[in-house]
Nanobody, 125 residues
């Protein structure tokens, strides 16, 4: 079992920045990917970005590419989502997820077995 705990959400004005954290515990995640998804009201949960823990390769959705960055602190088993130049359309509940890495499913919800509780990000115009 893997437990994921997110933190760092909040409210920010358009153009501002926030950093989300996801702390993982419970088992070794060496062959895992950790990802961020988000879900806005009335919309499907969508992929934001992911990091492959064995190698640190990252992947981002086109909507956030160049604005968001995923990094990690291996010693603390924590992954971060650095969000810059935030827009009102970035408003959503952001979820951290973990799953065994596969290039075929890294952008898909079904590629992840473990999910955090979600943290709200609100960007005002």
């Amino acid at each position: 079992q893997v437990q994921l705990v997110e933190s760092g959400g909040g409210m920010v004005q358009a153009g501002g920045s926030l950093r989300l954290s996801c702390a993982a515990s419970g088992r070794t995640l060496r062959h895992y990917a950790m990802a961020w998804f988000r879900q806005a009201p009335g919309k499907e949960r969508e992929f934001v970005g992911a990091i492959k823990l064995n190698g640190e390769q990252t992947l981002y959705a086109d909507s956030v590419k160049g604005r968001f960055l995923i990094s990690r602190d291996s010693a603390k088993n924590t992954v971060f989502l650095h969000m810059n130049s935030l827009k009102p359309e970035d408003t959503a509940v952001y979820y951290c997820a973990a799953g065994v890495y596969s290039g075929h499913t890294v952008q898909l919800r079904r590629g992840y077995d473990y999910w955090g509780q979600g943290t709200q990000v609100t960007v005002s115009s």
